[in-house]
Structures are given as C-alpha cells and as structure tokens.
C-alpha cells in the first residue's frame, strides 16, 4: 500500500470557534488529532461538527483568535485549494461534465502541493485508485450513470487520489440505504487503517461513530461534551448527554443513600455506592448490564418488576419491565424462558453496570 | 359522431389560421422571386431580385453579422461570469441587480437609443462607427445571456461543484473553466443562439442609432421598402429568412433537448 500511503499529518485546533450573524454556533474549540487517527464528529444535527469540519478543511473561515494546525504549521488563513484536504460530501458532488475517470483524476490536474505529475504518473494513480474502490469497469461511464454506493467509491477515489494530508468526510453514508451503508462502512474501515490517513469523520449516527473511530468527539449545541475512544465513550460517559445519546440508557430516580442507590418506590439499596457516580437523584444503567434471576432465589439488591412489551431482537429479547413507583426500564438479554407480558421479572444490576453519570433530574 | 364534427371543425380552425399567418409570408418570397410582382406569377420566376439585394445591401448582411458576433463575444464573456457570480451570491443585492438587468428588455429600444445618443453622441468617432450600435445590442441582449445561463446554474448543486473542485485544489479560475462553464453549457448555447438572434433582428435600437454608413440589415430592409421596387424588398426579406430561420429551427432543437436531458441529470 505503499503507493498510496500519505505522509501522515497532526491536526491541532486551537480554540476553534464559529459566529454566524449574532450566534456563535462554535464554541472556541481544542483539540489534537494524532496522525493516521480517525476521529469522529458525533452530534445531533446542529450540534457544530460539520461547521468544525468545514473550518477544519478551510470552507469556512474560522472566528478571530482561531487557529489550525497541520504538523505545527499554521493553516488557518488558507484557502482550502492551499490545505491539500481530501474530501467526501454526503451528496458526493461529482462532476456530471466528467466521466468517473476524469472525476479521479481532476485533483491531479490542479498542481496543488508540490507534486508535478507526469502524464503516465497520473494515469498509473488513477488505475490504482480505480482498482483499489474497485470501480475499474465504471472507469469510462458517465455519472448519472452510477448507483448511489457507485459513486460513493468514486467520491471516495476522487479525494484520496492527490494523496491528501487529511481525508474529511461528511456524513458520507447518509444518503444510502441501509445495507448498501453497512458494507461501504466497512470498507471505509478497512481503507483508513490500509491508508494510515489522518481523517476526520462526521455523522449524527452513533453505531457508525463506534465502528469507525479511533476516537469519538461528542457534540452537542456547539460544544465537545466528551472525547473519547468508543469504549470509554459507551462505559464512561462524562454526562447524561453523553450517555443517552451513545446507546440505550436506563434511568432511574430515586436517591442515593450511605449504602446505595434506592430507586423511588423502593427500600433497599440496589446498586452499591462507587466511583463518582453518586449524586443527583439519578442512576444510570445499560439495557445489557443486568444479571437475570431466573430461578426464583432473593438475592439482595434485586429489583422485581412485572414485564410489559417483549421483543426478539436477534441476539437477545428485549422487555421493557415496570418497576414499583412507576418507573420502566428496558433490559436485554438471553433469556431460556423469556416472559411473557405480565409475568414477574427478577433482576440485579451488574457491579459495573452504574454509568458514571449523575443529574439531578430535570 | 358528434366528436368527428369537432375534431374536422377544429382542424378546419387551425388551418385557416395557420393559412392567415403563412400566406403573407409565401406571398412575400414569391414577390421577392417573380419578375414583376404586379403581372404575378405568369412574368416568370427570377433570382435577379436577390442578386440585386445581394449587390445594394451585401454591406448591411456582412456588418449585421459582425455586429451578432461581437455582440455574442461580449455577451459572452461579461454575462456568463455574471450568471455565475449571482449564482453564488445569495444576498439580497444580487436579486435587486438580477431583476435590474432585464430593464433594457422593459425600456422600449426608442428611449434606450435616444438615452445613448444624449449621452455619447458627442464622441463623433464613437457616434459614427458601428460600435455605436453594439453598444445598444449589447444593451439589449445581455439580460438573455445571464438568465439562460443563471436559469441553468441555478437548478444544478453549484456550490458543492465548487467546493468539491475546490478541495482538489483547483483555484478559481480553474474551478470556473473546468466546473462552471461545462456544467453551463446548455444554457450558454441557447444564450448563445439568442443573442445572435435577437442581434440581427434587431431594428428599433438600430434605426435610432445607425448612420448612413452603419447601416443594418433590419434598417436597410426598412430603406429599401421605403425606396426601392417591392421585387427587391421582398428578396431582401428572403435574404433575412434564410439567415434567421436556421438560428431559429436551432434554438428550438437546443430548447428541446436542453428539457430532455435534465431528468436524467437526477
């Protein structure tokens, strides 16, 4: 993959911030990316990440007392012809006056960076791109002649091909049907890590931002409410924010006693005290961290409810139980006899099963 | 029944009218074609008409002519970047200028030309040469230039066309030649086609602005009706036909193809 390989670039943003009109859509962002690190940008829409993205590849100007950093140079009064950006679209923005070839080609044409290519250099790249997408036979086609995940390999080849100092994509897989998105996901994941390519990725998706970044930045209204690897991201969210948008969270009131958490309703503790999660009125769990009590036996700290919706899902069964004081909660597992609507459910929350969250419910 | 009563009735309809419109036209060729129009067609058929057209007022055929291409040239080269500067712009004074420009089309020719004689009359050299008169084409047939042209960049996603190609690095030269104007074509053409149209056609502006020596083809026409035999004007119209309906019959084929293809740009 030599051939292919870019030099490897770090992205420092200091203070990065964006004001459109009299909002400031941006709140001054830092953040450092290591080179060849895929970094997500995952946030509702209107959370700023794609604003970020776009001050990142140069679209958009950033406030004053911004500033970019690619390998310690300072970028951020360049243009983005200047900034050597890779970049994918969610509407992929082909050129329709081209043919999938010269679409490829077109950012070797531009002289941008210090490259001089010869005619045959060029050529030789463009068949390596083509092969690589594996799009050689639409080569000559024209692209209103393309399929949807057609010319997302061709956006995808178009941006990598002047071998970019970072590969920006935006939403990339959004305009696609679901399994089309789930086996180009995957073979984005597989081109970064071959590429060794610094890239930034922005989606509103979370499964997309676990499967694909080395680290999550969690957005929402302008802020980074957390930046993370996806496992840290999922079991140790910084807020509720966090915690409820990356994945499905269960949350309890109640309060937290000097033994524990007592969940409205409730006497006794079911969730011993630990870490920093004490505090507020809430306590949070996922779905899968519970252990079931099938076979009858108290155990202490159980929550006993009565099961309401069941539904298989694949893997496991999901039911939605209703705890006393008028709380639900949504368990997943394997159950050998799931319930049926109406019947008792016994079950304990797993020791390490209490996100670090806590709010005092709103 | 009933409905083939209607339907010959209607036939019947469009013929005549269709008859009304055309005959007017025939009857002019054929005077511009027979010996003497008032013996008719029996005098025998003649090209002498023509040849003599051809012989008085080839200078007016030629300068009409150079007039349409530099008219386009310049149409060309202000309007298309013009197109594509208000395609970008989304501020309020690009609208306010996109709908200033089609006041040269609203202004009758009369007013326009007097307003440039006022002006610029004074500048003897200027007043006399046919770029006098450009000026007022152009006037004229600049507005069609920038709608055709806006009218197609307007319905493609332009300004992803011109951020991706900017992210490849072209700069904005290049993104204007290699992006804007390809992707543009369609309207260029048809710009293209009515601007020469509208060009040699053009009459009330020219009247007011020719001189004795800048001379049109619509204005010679008009002199020769006024001074010359009706054989020889009517062959001058004829000359006029066979100029303008070629660019005519294009502009509508363009039209047309120009609708068909934009389903499939989707």
């Known amino acids: 993959m030599n051939s292919t390989s870019s030099q490897n670039t770090r992205i420092n943003l200091r203070r990065c911030a964006k004001t459109f009109g009299n909002t400031q859509v941006l709140k001054p962002v830092t953040l450092d990316i290591q080179a060849g690190e895929t970094v997500v940008l995952l946030g509702p829409s209107g959370c700023g990440k794609t604003t970020l993205l776009r001050i990142i590849s140069g679209l958009e100007a950033p406030d004053h007392g911004s500033a970019i950093l690619f390998n310690d140079e300072d970028v951020t009064s360049r243009p983005i012809e200047k900034r050597q950006v890779g970049m994918v679209f969610q509407s992929y923005a082909l050129f329709p006056n081209m043919t999938v070839r010269q679409n490829v080609g077109y950012g070797l044409t531009t002289g941008q960076g210090d490259e001089r290519l010869t005619k045959a250099d060029r050529d030789t790249r463009i068949e390596t791109m083509l092969k690589m997408m594996r799009i050689q036979d639409l080569a000559d086609r024209s692209i209103d002649q393309l399929s949807g995940g057609q010319r997302q390999r061709v956006a995808l080849a178009r941006a990598i091909a002047p071998r970019p100092k970072v590969l920006l994509l935006d939403e990339p897989l959004t305009a696609l049907d679901a399994t089309l998105r789930d086996d180009l996901r995957m073979e984005i994941n597989a081109l970064l890590r071959d590429l060794g390519i610094t890239a930034i990725y922005v989606t509103h998706d979370q499964s997309e931002a676990m499967a694909l970044g080395d680290r999550i930045v969690v957005m929402s209204e302008g802020t980074i409410e957390q930046i993370g690897t996806p496992e840290e991201i999922y079991h140790q969210p910084n807020n509720m924010f966090v915690a409820t948008f990356i994945g499905a969270t269960n949350a309890l009131s109640g309060h937290w006693g000097h033994k524990g958490f007592v969940p409205r309703g409730m006497e006794v503790p079911v969730a011993a005290l630990r870490m920093a999660a004490q505090g507020g009125n809430l306590m949070c769990f996922r779905p899968e961290d519970v252990d079931l009590i099938e076979d009858g036996d108290q155990a202490s700290g159980a929550l006993k409810g009565i099961a309401r919706t069941i539904a298989f899902v694949g893997s496991c069964h999901r039911v939605i139980v209703e705890l006393p004081g008028n709380q639900t909660v949504t368990l997943e597992s394997a159950w050998c006899h799931p319930p049926h609507p109406g019947d008792p459910v016994l079950f304990k929350i797993q020791e390490n099963g209490v996100l670090p969250v806590w709010s005092n419910e709103a | ?266």
Not at chain 2, 115 to 124: N, V
Not at chain 2, 159 to 180: C, M, P, Q, T, W
């Open chain 2, 1 to 266: 029944m009933q409905r083939r009563t209607y339907f010959y009735a209607a036939l019947m309809l469009t013929l005549v009218t269709v008859g009304f419109l055309v005959v007017p036209v025939v009857m002019s060729v054929m005077a511009g074609l027979t010996k003497n129009f008032f013996v008719g067609l029996k005098s025998g058929l003649t090209l002498e008409w023509v040849f003599r057209v051809w012989e008085l007022y080839q200078d007016t055929i030629w300068r009409s002519m150079g007039i349409a291409l530099a008219c386009l040239a310049i149409t060309l080269i202000a309007g298309v970047p013009a197109a594509y500067g208000l395609a970008l712009s989304k501020s309020r004074w690009a609208r306010i200028f996109e709908e200033t420009l089609i006041l040269p089309v609203a202004v009758p020719g009369l007013a326009i030309a007097l307003a440039l004689i006022q002006t610029y009359g004074g500048f003897r050299e200027f007043r006399m040469s046919w770029a006098f008169i450009l000026v007022g084409h152009v006037l004229y047939t600049l507005p069609f230039m920038v709608r055709s042209v806006l009218a197609v960049l307007s319905s493609i996603p332009l300004n992803e066309y011109e951020e991706a190609a900017a992210s490849l690095g072209a700069n904005k030269r290049r993104r204007f030649f290699d992006i804007v104007v390809p992707n543009a074509m369609p309207g260029i053409m048809a710009g293209s086609l009515m601007v020469v149209t509208l060009s040699i056609g053009e009459f009330n502006l020219s009247w007011m602005l020719h001189t004795p020596l800048t001379k049109t083809l619509p204005v010679g026409l008009a002199d020769s009706y006024a001074s010359m035999r009706l054989e020889v004007a009517s062959a001058y119209t004829l000359v006029f036909f066979i100029m303008i309906v070629p660019l005519l019959i294009a502009m509508q084929k363009f039209g047309q193809t120009g609708t068909a293809r934009k389903p499939t740009q989707h």
